[in-house]
Each structure stands twice: as structure tokens, then as C-alpha cells.
T-cell receptor
């Protein structure tokens, strides 16, 4: 079956530090890949996505590249801010399948200190 | 655009009572809505898929008689937790996909925190 493995947290960084949250997946074919962010007490928001190999998703300074050869979709940001403190979820959705039936990773909690 | 609301945002109830949670797509028509459950510091677990005008499809291990889902219109789905018990306490999140936005985008509600005493 499909699975998503995320880097275990929590991750604590100082403001302006470089962020990487690793995500690898197992799936057949070419799934779509997503990063979602969840702020305290809120639902998830789509941060970025990529639907085919070598695509780069980007938003709000965050980036992730769909690497088919390594089955990875690592999240990166060059300079984090306190406001980036949240839980980040990597997810995959099989080809031609509604994104609502995505498989989610366990989430990585990021805390950014001033 | 593509806003999903949930009501209530939190609810506390006594054991044995039933609780209804609403999920609405405010500015789009949702062909399909999904209900998730999230335990503290854990990932989302898909409970069921809800299609307008038809019976919900439940994931394995989810009791359909306990978690009643009604998708009465293209903008509203409800989840009723029947005879709630403390172990049902959780964060319930709905999401929706839009008829005109493709299946690769889902929009999440803000979640409902249920506490059963």
C-alpha cells in the first residue's frame, strides 16, 4: 500500500535558519505529492504541491521538488520566521484519485525561536 | 476562494449524548467531502468519504452506525457522533474538493474539537 514517512520532530530552529523536513514515500505509479501546514488549533492548509516527477512546488518561501528516483519530496525554506511555527504534513494522492483520499505522514512540528 | 467552514469549532458534551458537526463549502460546490479524525500530535485518519445525495463510504474500522454522515447538498455535509463516549474525544476535520477545481485540490475546514465527559 501507499505510505509516507516524514522526518521525526520536533524541530526547533532559530529565526533565519535553513529548514529541511524530509519526506519519502512508497506508492505505485506517479502519485501527486503535497505539503500541508497546520497552525495551532486550526485545520490544514495546502502549502504546496507537485503532480509529476521533477516538478517543484513553491509557496511563501517554501519549496519541495518531486524526486521520483529517490521517492522523496523534502520541504525546504531558506530563512524561517517565528510565524512558520506549525505542524507540517507530507501527503500523497495516487494518480487520478481524489486528493481527499490522500495518505498523510505523521507530521513534523516546527518551532522557530526569535 | 474555496473556503470551508465547520460548526461548531468546539463542543463539550456528556457521555451518551449525540453531537452533530457541520461542514460547509462557502463559495464553491463540493462534489465530495471527507471527514477526518486527528488525535493529539498524530496524523489525520480518513474516516469516510461523503458524496452529495448518496451514502457515505466508510474506511475500514470506522463504525458507520456511530458516525452518521449526511451530505444533503453540494455545500453541506454533517457528521453526527451518536452516543458519544470519552474515547470519541478528538479533533474532527472535514475537507472538500470542488467541482470546478479538479481532484488534486482539497480544502480543509478549521476543525471541530470534541470533548466527551
Amino acid at each position: 500500500g501507499n505510505s509516507v514517512t516524514q522526518m521525526e520532530g520536533p524541530v526547533t530552529l532559530s529565526e533565519e535558519a535553513f529548514l529541511t523536513i524530509n519526506c519519502t514515500y512508497t506508492a505505485t505509479g506517479y502519485p501527486s505529492l503535497f505539503w500541508y501546514v497546520q497552525y495551532p488549533g486550526e485545520g490544514l492548509q495546502l502549502l504546496l504541491k507537485a503532480t509529476k516527477a521533477d516538478d517543484k512546488g513553491s509557496n511563501k518561501g517554501f519549496e519541495a521538488t518531486y524526486r521520483k528516483e529517490t521517492t522523496s519530496f523534502h520541504l525546504e525554506k531558506g530563512s524561517v520566521q517565528v510565524s512558520d511555527s506549525a505542524v507540517y504534513f507530507c501527503a500523497l494522492s495516487p494518480l487520478n484519485t481524489n486528493a481527499g483520499k490522500s495518505t498523510f505522514g505523521d507530521g513534523t512540528t516546527l518551532t522557530v525561536k526569535p | 476562494g474555496a473556503v470551508v467552514s465547520q460548526h461548531p469549532s468546539w463542543v463539550i458534551c456528556k457521555s451518551g449524548t449525540s453531537v452533530k458537526i457541520e461542514c460547509r463549502s462557502l463559495d464553491f460546490q463540493a462534489t465530495t467531502m471527507f471527514w477526518y479524525r486527528q488525535f493529539p500530535k498524530q496524523s489525520l485518519m480518513l474516516m469516510a468519504t461523503s458524496n452529495e445525495g448518496s451514502k457515505a463510504t466508510y474506511e475500514q474500522g470506522v463504525e458507520k452506525d456511530k458516525f452518521l454522515i449526511n451530505h444533503a447538498s453540494l455545500t453541506l455535509s454533517t457528521l453526527t457522533v451518536t452516543s458519544a463516549h470519552p474515547e470519541d474525544s478528538s479533533f474532527y476535520i472535514c475537507s472538500a474538493t470542488a467541482t470546478n477545481r479538479g481532484i488534486n485540490e482539497q480544502f480543509f475546514g478549521p476543525g471541530t474539537r470534541l470533548t466527551v465527559l
